[in-house]
């Protein structure tokens, strides 16, 4: 049955694909453990990157714990499983933040992936590619190993793993790498909450070490980029903000300034190279594609 139905969505994507120029990165932002700044920094990211002109979509696959509604500080009525559903028109559930920044409501169950309805799945695709033009998606997974965040992780082009500089988080963060070098070899950090870069490329070191020698392979761990422990950070989440648009000359908003201009490279060094696929579709495509 999956197979069959990951078969149409092939037939359908690649002959969208051929009428298009434009290919979707998707970067996936994960935890290990949860609370360490993985929406505040997927939030902060995005808006970034569509300051610099980019078409950016931010999907969140972590809605269960609602975290990037509060940092936009919208309200989320409908998500992607009314559209699986037949419920709500993906054009009804895009929520519209700046000029060149959407969000995508996402699920967090597993029950996304029940729907394996051809016809429903066939108009759902169809309507996805409203999103078709977008540069960079943000997948802000949820926390931890579960089999849905694995499939995000698989499906995406880039992944960052986000921890704090505390040992349990480290711990976390370290089992997550394990995790998802079982699927990939290509893995990014971000060490948020730090006093600075000196902490940060420590702290990193010594998780790159021990991923050396336990997990091997060819595990390429890469340090991204840090960002310090700012009360700027806090403050702005209190006032359901993003601290880079309330506090455009923090550190914080430097440390991220300094990643997306590395993303950016890194997309425009990748742009000669990577897939097909665009938007909401592709990604849907790609998570089809693990069965
Ligand atoms: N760099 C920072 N400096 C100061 N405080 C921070 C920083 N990063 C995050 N925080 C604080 O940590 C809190 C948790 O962050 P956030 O909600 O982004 O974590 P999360 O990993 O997405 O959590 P969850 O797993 O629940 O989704 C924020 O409310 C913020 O106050």
């Known amino acids: 049955m999956m197979g069959h139905q990951a078969e149409k969505l092939e037939e359908l994507v690649s002959s969208n694909a051929a009428k298009k120029s434009k290919k979707t990165r998707f970067i996936a932002v994960t935890s290990g453990k949860g609370g360490v700044g993985k929406s505040t920094i997927s939030s902060n990211l995005a808006y970034t990157l569509a300051q610099k002109g980019l078409n950016v979509g931010i999907f969140d696959a972590d809605i269960g714990l609602a975290n990037l509604d509060v940092m936009f500080n919208v309200k989320i009525k409908k998500n992607i499983l009314h559209v699986l559903k037949g419920e709500a028109s993906v054009s009804d559930i895009l929520i519209p933040i700046t000029r060149n920044l959407i969000l995508i409501p996402g699920e967090s169950g597993d029950e996304i992936l029940k729907y394996s309805d051809s016809a429903l799945f066939k108009r759902f695709m169809e309507e996805a590619q ?20 694995q499939m995000f992780l698989n499906a995406a082009d880039d992944v960052i793993v986000v921890t704090v500089p505390d040992p349990a988080a480290i711990t976390d963060a370290y089992a997550t790498i394990k995790t ?8 990014n950090m971000i060490m948020n909450q730090v006093k600075s870069e000196k902490e940060a490329v420590g702290v990193f070191e010594k998780i790159k070490k021990v991923a050396s020698v336990n997990i091997g392979g060819n595990l390429n761990l890469q340090l991204l980029g840090k960002i310090n422990s700012d009360i700027k950070v806090s403050s702005a989440v209190k006032q359901r903000g993003l601290f880079s648009v309330l506090y455009p000359s923090s550190q914080a908003t430097k440390d991220i300034e300094l990643i997306v201009q590395k993303i950016i490279s890194k997309l425009e060094r990748n742009m000669l190279v990577k897939s097909t696929e665009s938007g909401l579709s592709g990604l849907f495509k790609r998570l089809m594609d693990h069965f």
């Open 180 to 187: 998802i070098a079982t699927l990939r070899d290509d893995v």
């Open 130 to 149: 409203v999103l078709d033009k977008l540069d960079v998606m943000i997948i802000d997974t949820g926390a931890g190993i579960g089999e849905h965040i």
